[in-house]
C-alpha cells in the first residue's frame, strides 16, 4: 500500500489515496500501520475518498481503528496533500467528513500548502448531541469523579465529544492514568476526547489531550476548538485564542454572530513510503 506520513502540530496520521480504489479491512490496517514499533507509526489512518458532494472526502480512523466524525489536524493535512499532488487547483477546497462538509481556505508558497484555515462549523453543546448523559441543559463546570477525584468538566461537539478540564498546570497532569478513565467513564456513551486545560490570559491557553481511540497525542485539532469554546462558555477567554499544544500552536478564532468555530494551523508532509500489509 502507497502512503504518505503527514503531521499537523505533531498530530501524525498515514494518509492514503484512495480517490480511484479503496482499501480493504479499514480498522485492521489502522491498527497495523499506526503501531510505532512493527507498523507506520501514528496516531491513526485517513483515507482520501472521492465524494459526491464536496471535493473529497476524509475517513479518519484512531490508532485502536475506531471511525471518527472530524479530525481538526487531519483536515488541514488532506488539504495539503490533494493540492500539492495536483488532485485539485482549488486554494479553498471543499471537504466531506462524517461531520458534515467543510470549506478549507490554503495559504500556499512555492506552490505548496503552509498553512491552512478551516471553518469547523458551530459549536455543539446539547448534551444528548455530544453525547454526554446529563440533565443539565449544557455541561459547563459539572463535577464528575473519576477515580477517586472529582473533576470539573464542560463538555462541547465540534462533530466529536470533548470534555474540557481546566487545570493549573497542563505540564502536572497525570494523563496516562487519568485519560482513560475519563475516555471510558460510563457518561460518555461514545467515550470522549479530554483535553487538560490551562488559562495563560483571555487570548492564550496551553492544552493537552487524551485522545479517544489513540491516547496522548501532540495535537487535537477539535479539541483546541472545544477548548476555546470551553473557555469562552467559562468566561476565561476572549473569542480569538491562541492554543499552545505540545506539538506546535493554533488559532482559534469564534464568530459569534455566524456561530462558527474557525482553525487555523499548519500542515506538513513527513515521507511517502510503500507497506507490506
Ligand atoms: N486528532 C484529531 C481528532 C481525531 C479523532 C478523535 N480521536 C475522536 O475519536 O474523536 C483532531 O485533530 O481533531
Known amino acids: 500500500m502507497k502512503f504518505t506520513k503527514m503531521q499537523g502540530c505533531g498530530n501524525d496520521y498515514v494518509y492514503v489515496d484512495c480517490t480511484k480504489k479503496l482499501i480493504d479491512h479499514i480498522p485492521e490496517t489502522a491498527r497495523k500501520v499506526s503501531d510505532r514499533h512493527f507498523g507506520i507509526g501514528s496516531d491513526g489512518l485517513i483515507l482520501i475518498r472521492p465524494s459526491d458532494k464536496a471535493d473529497f472526502m476524509m475517513d479518519m480512523y484512531n490508532q485502536d481503528g475506531s471511525r471518527a466524525q472530524m479530525c481538526g489536524n487531519g483536515i488541514r493535512c488532506v488539504a495539503k ?11 479553498q477546497v471543499l471537504i466531506e467528513t462524517l461531520s458534515g462538509v467543510k470549506e478549507l481556505d490554503l495559504t500556499v508558497e512555492d506552490d505548496k500548502v503552509s498553512l491552512v484555515t478551516v471553518n ?38 465540534m462533530g466529536n465529544p470533548h470534555a474540557i478540564v481546566f487545570v493549573e498546570d497542563t505540564n502536572l497532569v497525570p494523563i496516562e492514568t487519568i485519560g482513560p478513565l475519563f ?23 496551553h492544552m493537552r489531550v487524551w485522545e479517544r481511540g489513540s491516547g496522548e497525542t501532540l495535537a487535537c485539532g477539535t479539541g483546541a476548538c472545544a477548548s476555546v469554546i470551553a473557555c469562552i462558555l467559562n468566561g476565561y477567554t476572549d473569542k480569538e485564542v491562541t492554543v499552545t499544544l505540545l506539538g506546535g500552536e493554533l488559532k482559534i478564532r469564534y464568530d459569534e454572530e455566524k456561530n462558527i468555530v474557525f482553525m487555523t ?5 513527513v515521507f511517502d513510503g510503500e507497506i507490506e500489509l
Open 265 to 269: 494551523g499548519p500542515a506538513k508532509k
Open 183 to 205: 475516555e471510558n467513564h460510563e457518561i460518555f456513551p461514545e467515550r470522549v476526547n479530554t483535553e487538560f486545560v490551562q488559562v495563560v490570559d483571555r487570548s492564550h491557553i
Open 120 to 157: 469547523m462549523g458551530p459549536p455543539i453543546t446539547k448534551p444528548s448531541s455530544i453525547p454526554v448523559v446529563s440533565e443539565k441543559e449544557n455541561v459547563v463546570n459539572e463535577p464528575i469523579t473519576v477515580g477517586d477525584a472529582v473533576y470539573h468538566i464542560t463538555c462541547v461537539s
Open 81 to 91: 496533500y490533494v493540492y500539492d499532488n495536483k488532485l485539485t487547483q482549488k486554494k
